[in-house]
């Protein structure tokens, strides 16, 4: 076969190599599809949902269940032992004014308790980190020696200068009237305070909700205990106050609850109706923050100065919408290159690159061992010449490489490379067709003229002449073995 190549071998064509391999350890038809994860459930906060996300509700909920105990045994213990004779003795209305206001209590119980209060967003670490930048620049302007850095911000409302607080948990400077519930572990926009017999926190969300519910069930456990003791004194009329116990048992124990209830119930509702006719919160009235007057100082800056429009901002204004939006999904991160934690992980994780470079690589390697092995025989002492030594059949120690010129890189391939074979068969004889190759012995070494024949200069001479010949047979040998190697 020709040194070029020709033959069979023009009609090998080469497979492509694929570059998205899978690894050998993974099935494309056995990958787990990961399930989008919703916020609610990597929300950093001390809550409880349910639902899907849908209802929100603080951890502590035990005064909340006793809460729904109390309204729902009390209310049945009325509508099953006390309205059938009130219906009949007085009106038909009773049952009926009864249950609106019971279903009234529980619809505002249960969309205070199970809606969010106003809970503002934590700060990214992005946010976070620019907002630290904020801080440091702002300390650094300040003169003389170390001052921590400011954590208060200060904003004019309506003439008034009010101070926004950094939290620390959040890590954001808090909007004016909020405040962070240590319960919850959230900072609460218009916060109020953390009801636990609601479970929940009671914020601008939440409040008109929770005023709506103390207030109906005032009413309720007025109308309860009221029509208890009437139905107590006309059973009393007919048959004795003692009998009339003995016969209605449960109304007993309705007018002891309500009794008790009553008070801090009725309260309550009277509170929270003068903080929404002058605009402040639980939060504001304890600590003193304003003063009703609007001549002090401290004046209220929320106020509208209104009794009339600060009840309907507060029970009748637009509810904003939540800002943590707890049942969207998380944004998937951009894919980062996990490190392999064992071999076999590494090997999955750089098959496809290593398929596509083994060989070249293979032929780098090649090439960088045919030049340190003929590098040796470059390196020929001063004193010697191609044309003072020049060994039967070889070229010249002067030009020993020349003629191995590499060619393209070649292929891979199942077969041996038949054309490189005889190419490099053209160039370095055969190890069994040495013919004309003969070593020579220390009596045929050729000496110059100048120099006697049992000198030892020309002893050593002699030995540096036969390791020549013995580097240029170990050369043509390691070089036929790595460009079969290279071929397969």
Request: glycine share 8%; hydrophobic share 35%.
């Amino acid at each position: 076969m020709p040194p070029g190549g020709g033959g069979p071998m023009k009609d090998c064509e080469y497979s492509q190599i694929s570059t998205h391999s899978s690894s050998p350890m993974e099935s494309p038809h056995k990958k787990k599809k990961i399930a989008a994860r919703r916020k609610w459930e990597v929300f950093p906060g001390r809550n409880k949902f349910f639902c899907n996300g849908r209802i929100m509700m603080a951890r502590q909920t035990g005064v909340f269940y006793l809460t729904l105990v109390l309204i729902l045994v009390t209310s049945g213990l009325f509508f099953a032992f006390d309205c059938p004779y009130l219906a009949v003795k007085i009106t038909p209305a009773i049952p009926v004014v009864g249950g609106i206001l019971f279903f009234f209590v529980m619809g505002t119980l249960l969309r205070t308790s199970f809606s969010d209060p106003g809970v503002l967003p934590r700060a990214t670490p992005d946010e976070a980190a620019d907002l630290e930048r904020q801080i440091d620049i702002a300390n650094g302007t300040s003169s003389g020696g170390y001052r921590p850095p400011p954590r208060t911000k200060e904003v004019i409302i309506n003439g008034q200068t009010v101070k926004l607080k950094y939290c620390f948990t959040c890590k954001i400077f808090r909007p004016p009237r909020a405040s962070h519930c240590s319960l919850c572990d959230n900072c609460v926009e218009r916060f109020d305070h953390h009801c636990p017999w609601v479970g929940n926190c009671v914020g601008k969300r939440n409040y008109r909700f929770f005023y709506m519910f103390i207030l109906s069930l005032s009413f309720l456990t007025v109308f309860i205990f009221a029509f208890v003791i009437t139905h107590v004194i006309l059973r009393s009329q007919q048959a004795g106050f003692l009998n009339a116990l003995k016969d209605s048992p449960a109304s007993v124990l309705e007018a002891v609850v309500c009794f008790f209830s009553v008070w801090s119930i009725v309260g309550l509702s009277g509170f929270h109706t003068y903080l929404i006719s002058s605009n402040q919160t639980t939060n504001e009235d304890i600590k003193g923050s304003w003063s009703n007057k609007r001549g002090k100082e401290n004046y209220n800056p929320y106020s509208y100065g209104n009794i009339f429009t600060n009840c309907c901002v507060a029970l009748c204004g637009p509810i904003s919408p939540s800002l943590i939006d707890r049942r969207g999904y998380i944004q998937p991160d951009t894919p980062q290159p996990a490190a392999p934690s064992n071999g076999m992980a590494a090997y999955g994780a750089t098959q496809s690159q290593s398929d596509m470079c083994d060989q070249d690589q293979c032929i780098q390697s090649t090439k960088f061992v045919l030049q340190a092995a003929a590098t040796p025989l470059l390196q020929s002492e001063p004193s010697l010449t191609s044309d003072e030594l020049h060994l039967p059949g070889k070229p010249g120690l002067g030009t020993p490489c020349a003629s191995l010129t590499l060619g393209p890189p070649t292929p891979p391939s199942s077969m041996p490379n038949l054309a490189a074979e005889a190419a490099l068969t053209d160039i370095l004889p055969l190890k069994d067709e040495h013919v004309g190759h003969q070593f020579l012995t220390p009596d045929e070494a050729p000496s110059p003229p100048t120099m006697l024949a049992g000198s030892p200069l020309a002893h050593s001479r002699t030995m540096h002449v036969l390791g020549l010949a013995s580097q240029d047979s170990l050369h043509e040998d390691s070089v036929r073995g790595l460009v079969k190697l290279s071929s397969v």
